[in-house]
Nanobody
């Protein structure tokens, strides 16, 4: 059974850091690109970052570029999102998603396009 389980969310002060993890099972993890999305209350789900199957290519939303880093460990079937310099605008539920492709699509940031499995999400709250 294909499964994605996020963890690592929590409450952090502005300027702080968090590392999210997404553990995958039920499929050959190293064959697929993976992405992170987030959704704040009352807002659309937005793409945060995508990483290709081998981890050699990554893309980021402009809003997180330079602050967030995506990585993956194919031996452990896990994708990570290291978040630093967090701001209140980063508050959201963060989701990982399995792509149907090996590489990140040019439209990777669109949740309705290229993903066939989502995790349940983990809450990140940035507040003093």
């Amino acid at each position: 059974q294909l499964q994605l389980v996020e963890s690592g969310g929590g409450l952090v002060q502005p300027g702080g850091s968090l590392r999210l993890s997404c553990a995958a099972s039920g499929f050959t993890f190293s064959n697929y690109a993976m992405s992170w999305f987030r959704q704040a209350p009352g807002k659309k789900r937005e793409g945060v970052s995508c990483i290709n199957n081998r981890g050699g290519s990554t893309v980021y939303a402009d809003s997180v570029k330079g602050r967030f880093t995506v990585s993956r460990d194919n031996d452990k079937n896990t994708v990570f999102l290291q978040m630093s310099s967090l701001q209140p605008d980063d508050t959201a539920v963060y989701f990982c998603a399995k792509d149907i492709r090996v590489f990140c699509s040019p439209y990777w940031y669109e949740p309705a396009t290229t993903y066939d499995k989502w995790g349940q999400g983990t809450q990140v709250t940035v507040s003093s």
